[in-house]
Every structure is written in C-alpha cells, then in structure tokens.
C-alpha cells in the first residue's frame, strides 16, 4: 500500500510530519511522491492564512483527481478549524484535528467517504499534557533536525486562529525534552532546532523557570551539535534568558523576533502585549551582546485600521533596527478572529504596495548583513551538494553559504568556511577543515 504525504504551514508541522513518515513505515506503507498515484494521501494543514487554507484543498482535490478510490486525509489544523467545509464540500474521506492526528492509523482503519467522511475533531482548548512523539528522521532533511518541546498559544492576537486550533500552551518535560535532544543529535545531524508555537512559554504550565532552565540543563548533558530557537516574542527574551543565551557557544546567534507593527495603536488593536519603543530596545540589546546574530522580524501589513501614517511609522522603525531578514504577510482575515470583523483593512493595490516596500527593505537589509561577512570565517552546516567539489549550507547566524571542499564532507556535518565574496544567491568560500 502506497502513502503520499504533502506538508504546509510551520517548523513544528515539519517535526509532526515526520512522526507521521515514520509511523506509516513501520506499518508497512511505502512512501511515493505526492503526485503519484497512492492508496493514501494526507495533507498536513494549515490555517494561518487563507492562502494556506486554500493550498490544502488545492492540494486534496489534486489528490482525488490522481485517484478518485485513494483515502483522502486532512490532518491539522485546518481540519481542526474548517473541518466542516471539508465535509459539505465532499473533499476528504478523513478530517483529523490537531490533538487526533498522533493517532492517525487508528483513525485510517475507520470508514470514510467522500459522502459520509470520518470527523476527528475535538475542543483543541481541552487537550491535555504534552506527549512526546518518537521521531529519529527528519522527512525530506538529512542535516537538521527539528524537536517540539512545546505546543498551543494562550495569548490570543486578535487576528490568530491557533488558540483555538492548536489549543492551550503545553511543554514537553525536561527529561523528555533531553532524550529526544540526545536521540536526533545520536541520529547524525549536525544542528537542532528547538521549536514550538509560542517556544518562550515553554515550561510556563510546568511550574518551571522558563526556558532558561532549560538551555541550562541541556548544557550538561549535550553531544557535540549547534542548537537553534525559533521565533521568541519580544517581552519574552529576559535577563535570565539572556544569561543563557551568551553563556553558551553552542546556540546559534540568530533570533527571530516578530514585530507585526511598529505603530502603538495597530499593535494595540493586534492583541500585542508591547510597545515599539519596547521591542527596538529588546533588538538593540540583542544586537550589542550578539554583533554577528542574525536578528529576523516578522511584519504584518495592511492590518485593519492601519493607515499610510501607520504604516509609514513600521517602515521607519524598520530601517532604524539592526534587524537582517523580514518575513511580510499582507493581512489575511481569518473568520472567527477578533479582527476578521474590524474595519479599514487596506485591499488591492495598496495591500500590495505596502508588502512590496516591506520586503524590498528586508532584502536590502540582508544583502547588507551578509556582505559584513566578507573574509570572515563561518561555522556552515553542511545541507546540499551542488556539483562535485561544491556545496551548499546555513551559517551559524544563518546565511546561506556555498564553498568548495575538497575531500567531499558529509551531509548534517559542521564545516568551517573562509568567505571570499558575497552575491544574490548568498555566500562564496573555502572550508578550511
């Protein structure tokens, strides 16, 4: 029996899809492509935007038009939230929500149909303790490796679904959290990344000391290995935390850091607990301890209510920040959210605009932070061979570098590179190892 697999949306559907891979083999499924023809298909959702939303049922009716007579699965959190668009649109013979989907081949043995389809979907706020899911191979990544440490959102922005389809904050155990670090890091890859939805409460809902605790108790246990932290909310990098971060050559200098505005009153209007004054001071302390972090953004344009004096004021925030990427959404309103029923939303053109100058600044920005690295010396993790001698990575504050080598390395392996140029397509130089 043939499966086909497509997932859409974060880093922590990326890890949750690979236990998926790996449970499916181990019951005798083989993999195919996602355009060939399979008994099965699933698609690991997403519901951040209406984009993502269209994209999953794009991606199921291309499935059923590959195999009318295949198992068409929705799985996650667009089948938590929409689940009964799925089902009076006759898209899938399984809808799986985000809490059910870890007991997916109990719910394949069940009957399903494009008419009477199999609904697994419960109160994502009800779902209980954080469960650990035995992952040892990353799908589709042989370098780095991803680890869910924590799951859920309580802070309810007024224009995010995931309170409600990812449910409350949850963290993994810390003994959990150590073995599965050990298991991956065992598993070859040169780099992990700790994940989650909102990764800075971690342990929150634990009684624990926050993350810092636990970048302390992974320092006495680590293999050799990088670690990297996804995105960590402004208010949430504290001088605890901060300790933890410099006091350790083994986390990666690269912090992500969403801002959504830099206008006061839209991020009141977002659900977003600071201020612009408060954010750039958490920046330009990052940028002081860490002068070769990448430090990223994340910007929301077109917010309801936003208007050219609003917006003009996140561009220049923007460009007076050390920040070295920027990832832009054009607002996206999503029924159900607080904002979804605002007014004054910018549409068309002006939605357009406004991305584009946004992200035109993001590129200027990161062209500029990687040309500082011009005769500088990178720790690369090796993701790619390119030609024979030729090879492609991520850089420690995670600049893509490509560079010669000669004799070949090894996948997932840490490689120094001596940088010789810098161009469109990111990084030139030698490795020195």
């Known amino acids: 029996m043939r499966f086909a697999l497509e997932t859409l949306g974060c880093k922590v559907n990326q890890y949750e899809s690979s236990a998926f891979f790996e449970s499916l083999t181990r019951a005798g499924w083989q993999p195919v492509p996602f355009s060939n023809t399979a008994d099965l298909y699933i698609v690991h959702s997403c519901a951040v935007t209406n984009k993502a939303s269209y994209q999953t049922r794009q991606l199921v009716r291309r499935a059923f038009r590959t195999n009318p007579e295949a198992k068409l699965v929705v799985v996650g959190c667009d089948a938590q939230i929409h689940w009964h668009r799925y089902v009076q649109e006759r898209l899938a013979t399984h809808i799986v929500g985000t809490q059910e989907k870890f007991q997916l081949l109990r719910w394949l043995q069940m009957p399903g149909s494009l008419d009477a389809p199999c609904v ?150 977002m659900g977003r607990p600071y201020d612009p004054e408060q954010y750039a001071d958490t920046v330009q302390t990052l940028r002081k301890l860490f002068p070769r972090a990448a430090l990223g953004a994340d910007v929301i344009v077109g917010f309801p209510g936003e208007t050219d004096a609003h917006f003009s004021r996140t561009v220049r925030l923007l460009e007076s920040l050390p920040v070295t990427y920027l990832h832009v959404f054009p607002y996206s309103p999503r029924p159900g959210t607080q904002a979804a029923g605002m007014k004054g939303r910018a549409v068309g053109h002006v939605l357009k605009a406004r991305a584009r100058v946004v992200r035109d600044l993001g590129r200027r920005k990161k062209r500029i932070f990687q040309d500082r690295f011009v005769g500088a010396v990178l720790e690369v993790l090796v993701e790619a061979a390119l030609q024979s001698d030729l090879w492609k990575g991520t850089s420690e504050n995670y600049l893509t570098v490509n560079f010669s080598a000669k004799p070949p390395v090894p996948l997932g392996s840490l490689v120094r590179v001596r940088v010789h140029r810098s161009t469109d397509a990111g990084l030139f130089g030698i490795a020195l190892d």
């Open 120 to 269: 697994a979907v419960h109160d994502a706020r009800s779902y209980g303790p954080l469960q650990p899911l035995a992952v040892t191979t990353m799908l589709g990544d042989r370098s780095r490796a991803f680890l869910k440490i924590q799951d859920g959102c309580d802070a309810f922005c007024t224009y995010c679904l995931v309170p409600f389809s990812r449910g409350r904050s949850r963290s993994l155990e810390p003994a959990e959290v150590l073995r599965q670090l050990e298991r991956l890091i065992g598993a070859g890859y040169g780099e992990v990344v700790l994940t989650g939805i909102h990764l800075g409460q971690w342990g929150m809902d634990l009684g624990l000391g926050g993350l810092s605790e636990l970048l302390n108790a992974v320092d006495k246990v680590r293999h050799p290995a990088r670690i990297r932290l996804t995105s960590l909310e402004s208010k949430e990098i504290t001088e605890d935390l901060l300790r933890a971060l410099t006091a350790y050559s083994w986390i990666c200098p690269h912090f992500h850091v969403p801002l959504q505005s830099g206008d006061r009153e839209i991020l009141g209007a």
